[in-house]
Each structure stands twice: as structure tokens, then as C-alpha cells.
């Protein structure tokens, strides 16, 4: 059965587009395949951070997830920095890794040019993320498409690795990209993707009230002055793709016809798109809440995750080990 990896970085509580673009997915993968996803905290130091807020972070991030539905009894839920096997592994990829192919990367362009002087953890940023995917041998990763680039590093090490190390029998899969249904969530504003850095966003752990809140401002169809002026639902960024990603199919034809008839205003579409998500995401609260006021019962299940991990883990290390002669001393 094909092995799962993901990992999600300790932004704190998840927000819908997370949720949409990501999370949702992860949960219904768990019930298909051997899956683990882990909150990927050493990749998170490569940006600016202070130690309270990413402890804190790391902690709602894994409230977040495990409320979503990840299910430890399905899946392994981790910190990646309760599995040191992922920083031994990204060294031990370092001779595999040609730097023209990590100057290369889109991201550590984005990255780098907003920055006075760069530091070498967004340069070497994919090969940590090398290493989570291969330090599981898994063989599809659910991504977005910012990480396909990253992605295909991983396969150059993988091969690199199986070439140099184990001509043979290749020991690494080449793990392949599986991009989510969800692509991109346009924010509350219509212009951007959903991101907490610009605000546009609804914290998937908000109240109903929050949500409505937010929801009666967002942009529609700007064609639709009046009530009565007919509208069309692919030129309406936000509700509409709520409604596809919350509504039942049933509900989404509903508000097309009622759009382009002009029988619904756009309160009254958001009112139904308001009913259907606080209809999934309340549970999702709930259980945060109940989890929240249960620290303890976090603690254990994120280390039994991480155990979980680590055996897999420490295999891993101990034949890559062997395999480049590093195993002298036993
Ligand atoms: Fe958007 Fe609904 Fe208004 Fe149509 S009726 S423009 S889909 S909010």
C-alpha cells in the first residue's frame, strides 16, 4: 500500500483555507492509505520566529489538526522536532544535493530576495523537507503546486542516493506529488490567496458569529448591484467557492439558479453558505475546545506519534548509515 507524508508548518489555528487546502484531504487519505503528517517546526526556524510564540503555534497547529479529524488510531500525528532522525537524515543528503538545484528553487528566490542577508536554512530548506518524505519511504505526498519544485529535489536525492549507495536494489522510492482537490482558496478580500499574513482569512476555530462576521462584508459578483440584477457565480471569488467546498451539491445547484435568476440577493446566498459551514466546523470547535482543556491528552498523543514516527525513523537512519559506511563504531 503506498505511504503517505505531509507536513504543515506551526502557523497556530488553522484557517479555512488550510482546512480546504490541505487538512481535509489528510483526513480522508488517513482511511486509504499508511499515512504521516507532521508539524514541520524545524522548517519553520528558517523564517523569523521567537521561542514562545512557535511553541505556542506548534501547540494550537497540532489542537487544530487532531480537531479536524486526524485520527492517531489511523494515521501518525508528530512534531518533527520530537524526530531528531530528520535533521541526521537532511545532513547526510547534503553531498547528494548539487547547489545549483537549491538556487534554483522558486521559493528560496521569493524567500531570499525579501531579505538584507540570507541565512543558509532557506537555502537548504528542500533538503530537510528531502528528508521528512524519505525518512518514511513514502511514496505520494499530497501537495500544493508551490511545492512541486521541492518535490522533484527529493526525487534527484532519492535517485542520487539509490546510484551512489545502493546500485543494486534502490532503496528510496521516488515519491510523487499528489496535488489536493482544493487548490487555492481566494481570501475574504477576492484578490489574494487565503493567508493569515494578510488577513483575509476565517480562523477554522472562529464561532458562528465570527464567521457571519466576516462573511456578510465579502466581495460577489460586482455585476450584482440590485437584488434584482442577474448574477454569475464564477465571477463571485469568494462565496461561491465556499459554497462548492461546504454546500452540498444539491445546494451549489441551488444557488446558481438562484444567482443568475436574480431570486436570492447575496445576503440571503450567504445566510444558506453560513448554515453549511458552521454545520461542519462547529464539531470541529467542539472538539478543539474539549481538547484544549485537555492538555495532557495532547501530550500523549502527540508522543505517542512521535514514537510511532521514530521507530520508523531510526530504521531508516540505521540502513543509510550502513549503506555510506558510518556504522564503523558498532
Ligand atoms: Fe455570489 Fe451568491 Fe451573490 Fe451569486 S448570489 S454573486 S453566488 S453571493
Redesign the pocket.
Known amino acids: 500500500m503506498p505511504r503517505i507524508f505531509s507536513g504543515i508548518q506551526p502557523s497556530g489555528e488553522l484557517h479555512i483555507g488550510n482546512y480546504l487546502g490541505a487538512v481535509k484531504n489528510w483526513v480522508a487519505l488517513q482511511h486509504e492509505h499508511p499515512s504521516f503528517f507532521c508539524i514541520v517546526n524545524y522548517h519553520a526556524i528558517t523564517q523569523a520566529f521567537t521561542p514562545a510564540e512557535l511553541r505556542r503555534r506548534t501547540r494550537e497547529m497540532a489542537v487544530s489538526l487532531l480537531a479536524s479529524g486526524l485520527d492517531p488510531a489511523r494515521c501518525v500525528v508528530f512534531v518533527q522536532s520530537e524526530v531528531p532522525e530528520h535533521t541526521e537524515l537532511a545532513w547526510l543528503f547534503n553531498p547528494l544535493t548539487p547547489v545549483g538545484e537549491l538556487e534554483r528553487q522558486v521559493q528560496y528566490k521569493e524567500k531570499s530576495a525579501k531579505q538584507e542577508q540570507v541565512m543558509a536554512g532557506i537555502l537548504n530548506y528542500p533538503i530537510l523537507q528531502a528528508a521528512d518524505i524519505l525518512l518514511y519511504h513514502a511514496d505520494i505526498v499530497p501537495v500544493g503546486e508551490d511545492q512541486v519544485q521541492h518535490l522533484e529535489l527529493s526525487r534527484v536525492i532519492a535517485r542520487n542516493f539509490n546510484a551512489r549507495f545502493s546500485p543494486d536494489a534502490p532503496y528510496f522510492p521516488e515519491p510523487q506529488p499528489r496535488l489536493t482537490p482544493t487548490r487555492r482558496i481566494v481570501g475574504l478580500d477576492g484578490q489574494a490567496k487565503m493567508s493569515k499574513s494578510i488577513g483575509n482569512t476565517i480562523g477554522l476555530l472562529e464561532t458562528p458569529e465570527q464567521m457571519w462576521d466576516k462573511l456578510r462584508p465579502a466581495v460577489?459578483?460586482p455585476s450584482?448591484q440590485r437584488k434584482s440584477d442577474p448574477?454569475?457565480?464564477e465571477?463571485?471569488p469568494v462565496?461561491?467557492q465556499l459554497?462548492r467546498a461546504f454546500s452540498p451539491a444539491p445546494v451549489v445547484a441551488e444557488?446558481?439558479e438562484?444567482?443568475r435568476g436574480a431570486r436570492?440577493?447575496?445576503m440571503?446566498?450567504?445566510k444558506v453558505?453560513h448554515q453549511h459551514m458552521a454545520a461542519e466546523l462547529t464539531p470541529i470547535r467542539e472538539r478543539a475546545e474539549a481538547l484544549q482543556a485537555r492538555p495532557a491528552e495532547v501530550d500523549a498523543l502527540l508522543a505517542d506519534g512521535a514514537a510511532r514516527a521514530r521507530a520508523v525513523a531510526k530504521d531508516t537512519i540505521a540502513a543509510v548509515r550502513g549503506k555510506m559506511g558510518l556504522d564503523a563504531a558498532h
Do not use: A, F
Open positions: 460577489t459578483d450584482r448574477g454569475e457565480p465571477r463571485c462565496i461561491y459554497h444557488v446558481e438562484n444567482c436570492w440577493g447575496c440571503d446566498c450567504k453558505l
